[in-house]
């Protein structure tokens, strides 16, 4: 026979675990919703679901050669070495915006090989450091 305290704890404790699955529910729906994720020019090509107009992001490498740029806009192709997706943009392109380089690209598909966008996010690799930074480092170091 279980005494009035220890049904209470127990009590306690199975509305504790409900309520701590519930904030996790609740956590992790939330940022589902908040956390976007770009896709490639092959998965862009080949998805089926995908709505023509809405905001995506693209990512992938600048290839080589297929920077154009003008007064009014800069036009590029973004490649995963397996297909290519045109990019227009009008704006300032990030100083580590380069040929061979990461870029990320947010904004809207036109048809499954060209893409307008509204945004450019450039990519660095792990061993990026700024000018500055490694500038000071080699002078410090000894």
Do not use: C, Q, W
């Not at 127990?10 to 904030?23: A, D, G």
């Not at 090989?113 to 660095?124: G, S």
């Amino acid at each position: 026979m279980l005494t009035k305290k220890v049904k209470s704890r127990i009590s306690f404790l199975v509305i504790s675990i409900v309520l701590l699955i519930t904030s996790v529910f609740f956590i992790l729906n939330s940022l589902k919703e908040n956390v976007l994720y770009f896709l490639t020019p092959t998965e862009a090509k080949f998805k089926e679901d995908l709505e023509i107009g809405k905001n995506i992001r693209i990512g992938g490498m600048v290839k080589k050669g297929s920077i154009y740029a003008d007064s009014k806009e800069i036009k590029f192709t973004i490649t995963d070495f397996k297909n290519e997706i045109l990019v227009s943009f009008s704006g300032t392109v990030p100083n580590l915006f380069a040929e061979e380089k990461g870029v990320v690209a947010e904004g809207k598909l036109k048809d499954k090989n060209f893409f307008v966008a509204d945004r450019i996010l450039a990519k660095h690799d792990e061993n990026y450091m700024p000018p500055g930074e490694k500038n000071f480092l080699d002078n410090n170091a000894k």
